[in-house]
């Protein structure tokens, strides 16, 4: 797993494709306020994604260091 994710605001942006066949991306962050709480920010309309391999990989290790990030403040 990468340590390079700054997941704080403004958070880091993970790339997919989304129902139109067209190269999206969702949001991962969290808020200084409220730590606890990891925001996924999906562009699509009925929120269907599809990943590559490596891209589910990068979400992975994305979302690991958001709950570790997130679990420090507690």
Known sequence: ??????????????WCGD???WSSS????I???SPE????ETPTV???TV??????V???DVLTTAVRVGGESR
Do not use: C, D, K, N
């Open 51 to 56: 990943w590559t391999l490596g891209q589910a």
């Open 58 to 60: 990068e979400l992975r």
């Open 31 to 33: 808020s200084w306020w």
């Open 1 to 14: 797993m990468s340590e390079r994710y700054e997941v704080r605001h403004p958070g880091v942006r993970v």
């Open 37 to 40: 709480v990891i925001r996924i």
């Open 46 to 48: 009925f929120h269907r």
């Open 26 to 29: 969702l949001l991962v962050w």
């Open 19 to 21: 129902e139109s066949g």
